[in-house]
Nanobody, 122 residues
Framework: QVQLVESGGGLVQAGGSLRLSCSAS????????MGWFRQAPGKEREFVAAISWSGDRTYYADSVKGRFTISNAKNTVYLQMNSLKPEDTAVYYC?????????????????WGLGTQVTVSS
């Protein structure tokens, strides 16, 4: 059974940093993307960043380019978030199992974590 477990969320002031981690177990995703999505209250879930399992390809939403960095090591995916803004406040979800070409489409991911709350105060 596949499990994705996120950690690292919390409360931070604007301009601060957080690092999210997502530990994957149960299978390998060697030909798939692993991604981070977020959902703020009253809004749809939106793409944040994705990475190929080999780590050689990364993708970012325009809103986080230059501030967030996705990386992976073994079965863990990380999201380093710098220069955080209040509009980054959301529940952040780790996802896995989408073909790489669909990296930004939440409907194409087979597995999801339960999410971790990130709150950025102004």
């Amino acid at each position: 059974q596949v499990q994705l477990v996120e950690s690292g969320g919390g409360l931070v002031q604007a301009g601060g940093s957080l690092r999210l981690s997502c530990s994957a177990s149960g299978r390998t995703f060697s030909r798939d993307a692993m991604g981070w999505f977020r959902q703020a209250p009253g809004k749809e879930r939106e793409f944040v960043a994705a990475i190929s399992w080999s780590g050689d390809r990364t993708y970012y939403a325009d809103s986080v380019k230059g501030r967030f960095t996705i990386s992976n090591a073994k079965n863990t995916v990380y999201l380093q978030m710098n220069s955080l803004k209040p509009e980054d406040t959301a529940v952040y979800y780790c996802a896995a199992g989408a073909p790489l070409v669909y990296y930004n489409s939440p409907a194409r991911y087979d597995y999801w974590g339960l999410g971790t709350q990130v709150t950025v105060s102004s």
